[in-house]
DNA sequence: TTGACACGCAACCAGATAGTTGCCTATTCT
DNA sequence: AGAATAGGCAACTATCTGGTTGCGTGTCAA
């Protein structure tokens, strides 16, 4: 079967806003809630619940020092995500390439 | 930017069944819809509105004979999202994973 | 201590999504 | 030709999702 926590993941992954989240913190990691919203264009609010959505993927990590809370990138989801998903696939890229072009060809002399 | 399909990629694995189904064919390529439905516990139109999804985000490739309809799967997609979008964050898996601990450790001993 | 700042919580809303049922078309088999 | 099979289309429904507004709480600085 799949990882358990596996769906969290990618249905945290399917938004752009939270992907353009995990962007900014890649150019700079450790940012504030604030800091983050400046370059969101749109309310703090949802800028929170998509950093709630990223944490509860644990595609995100996040730190209070005071009033500020700091959010880090976790690398641990998404190399799960490629260890026991994508590179499944992608180990079998040529071959499944291989039978798609087969299938297609007869297709058309047919 | 993202490249301008990616979305459409991420969306598509963002949900169970169609990672289900993605699996089916990974285990049996160029199955029908009839045989994919038979594995899926759920109606043939919905089965049917999730390849449609997956051949929108051409991660499924349909090649019609007769009445059938056979699914391959098509390595792709999944190829770029790993290239543009997984590759960049696991090149940077050992930084990030430091930049967080240092940040957890902090926070510890305050 | 008072005000400003950084963030959290909850209610609400519109549109997307995942599923259903019902019916129609096209192909194959006898 | 007629029945059975494989699939397509459309309408409808309930829930999920991404966003908003409004207000409350904790922290810092003057």
Not at 29 to 41: I, K
Not at 61 to 76: D, S
């Amino acid at each position: 079967m799949e990882g358990n926590d596996v769906d969290a993941v990618f249905k945290a992954l399917s938004d752009l806003s939270r992907r353009q989240l995990l962007d900014r913190l890649f150019a700079q990691n450790g940012q504030t809630l604030g800091e983050l919203c400046r370059q969101m264009d749109m309310t703090r609010q949802a800028v929170s619940k998509h950093l709630a959505v990223l944490e509860e993927a644990r595609l995100v990590v996040t730190v209070r020092r005071g009033r500020e809370k700091l959010h880090y990138l976790n690398p641990v989801p998404i190399g799960e995500i490629y260890e026991r998903w994508i590179g499944k696939y992608e180990r079998h890229r040529v071959q499944a390439l291989n039978e798609l072009k087969r299938a297609l060809e007869e297709e058309h002399h047919e």
